[in-house]
């Protein structure tokens, strides 16, 4: 059923972007001064607390892409302008007393980027993306958590070959991500090891263990979240979007066009929960022979498709590669064992392609002094 574009709607979506400096949305820091709805075009009056705002482009560009991942709004115009001192004095009362509730909603710091990895069926190589991915972005000098959500397809710890075991921190009692190749990783797999403990997770609805994941885990200060969701569309997806509405998504499809059909629920289903879908990722795309010959063997065209339809940028074609699904059975991620083979080098284009769409967030913003003088209080 479509939704229809009311004040309330483009304020939920506001709801996902952050000052990653104050950690609360732009909604409950008072910056939204304005909101005027004319046919297709929104425009949003953002007041920021200084004007000249290193954080202003990031902001604006936030802003513009919730409000353009709504159905129904054909364009976004942000006006920006600096608060006023009371409007100043009112912000920092909030940010003081969220800093004394310590209301975050999650444990994932306000300046991570969380990049959700969807599919619309499972076997398009969805957990094979968002492992060499987030390895990828960890090449590139990042810190990055892999969250592995698809609490029972889980294949993350397989791939990364570990059988490390998450703990407990005794005095926290928060779980402590698991590191591989270099990247703080979570997932059931990395929980179950007896009857009991399974028994416990099963009990829980799946929103629930993510719910879990994202409050009881010590992520340390990430650049970038990325998340492999479970196929298809559901409750993991519902629950993200209300947990992390600073949540982005990446749909993973194959050149088939039948592939294509089902991806486009899980992007609309995203960008009715008001998560941007930044890009579309199409792999098993072609197989190269080693004298540089490309077969395209499960048809072609249907990453390009589905990006056009959903007006997304196509970030990459990945290569069928005996290589991935064979270093994924033995553990041994292709990125890591062969970084300069053909498909890590897609890979690291990829990565870097998402970073220019979302970039990481500055650590030095304009709230920065605002927030050190709030921790100094
Ligand atoms: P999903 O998470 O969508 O269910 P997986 O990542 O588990 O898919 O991949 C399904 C299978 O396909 C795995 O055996 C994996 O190794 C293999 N695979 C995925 N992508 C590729 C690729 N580009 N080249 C070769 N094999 C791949």
Not at 23 to 48: F, N, P
Not at 193 to 219: C, D, I, N, P
Not at 347 to 366: K, N, Y
Request: hydrophobic content about 45%.
């Amino acid at each position: 059923m479509p939704q229809t574009l009311t004040k309330d709607r483009i304020m939920e979506a506001l709801r996902g972007v952050l000052d990653p400096e104050l950690g609360s949305d732009v909604v409950d820091l008072g910056m939204v001064r304005e909101v005027v709805l004319d046919e297709g075009v929104v425009t949003i009056g953002l007041a920021l607390t200084i004007a000249e705002c290193p954080m202003r482009g990031q902001i604006e560009n936030d802003t513009v892409r919730r409000i353009e991942a709504i159905p129904g709004v054909q364009r976004a115009v942000v006006k920006t302008r600096a608060m006023t001192r009371k409007q100043r004095s009112e912000l920092m009362e909030v940010a003081r007393r969220r800093a004394r509730e310590n209301a975050a909603p999650t444990r994932v710091p306000p300046t991570t980027r969380t990049i959700a990895v969807g599919s619309g069926k499972g076997g398009v190589g969805k957990s094979s993306v968002s492992v060499n991915l987030a390895l990828s972005l960890g090449r590139l000098g990042y810190r990055v958590g892999l969250l592995d959500a698809d609490i029972w397809g889980f294949s993350i710890p397989r791939m990364l070959g570990t059988d490390a075991r998450i703990e407990a921190d005794p005095a926290t009692r928060l779980m402590q991500p698991v590191e591989a190749h270099g990247i703080e990783v979570v997932s059931t797999g990395l929980i179950i090891e007896s009857e009991e403990t399974a028994l416990m997770w099963r009990g829980l609805m799946l929103s629930k263990a993510l719910e879990q994941f994202l409050q009881q885990v010590a992520w340390g200060k990430l650049d970038y979240l990325v998340i492999d969701l479970p196929p298809g569309t559901g409750d993991v997806q519902m629950a993200l979007s209300r947990l992390l509405p600073q949540s982005e998504m990446v749909v993973v499809t194959t050149p088939s066009r039948t592939a294509q059909k089902v991806a486009i629920r899980v992007a609309d289903m995203a960008r009715r929960s008001a998560m941007p879908v930044v890009g579309v990722i199409e792999n098993m795309s072609y197989f190269e022979t080693p004298d540089g010959q490309r077969f395209e063997l499960f048809g072609r065209g249907g990453g390009e498709a589905l990006a056009d339809s959903l007006n997304i940028p196509l970030i990459g074609a990945i290569p069928l590669d005996p290589a991935l699904g064979a270093g994924a059975d033995r553990g041994e991620p292709v990125v890591v064992v062969r970084p300069d083979g053909p498909v890590a080098r897609v890979f690291m284009e990829v990565a870097g392609r998402l970073v220019g769409l979302v970039p990481p967030a500055d650590a030095e913003t304009c709230t920065g002094r605002i927030a050190k003088l709030l921790a100094a209080l």
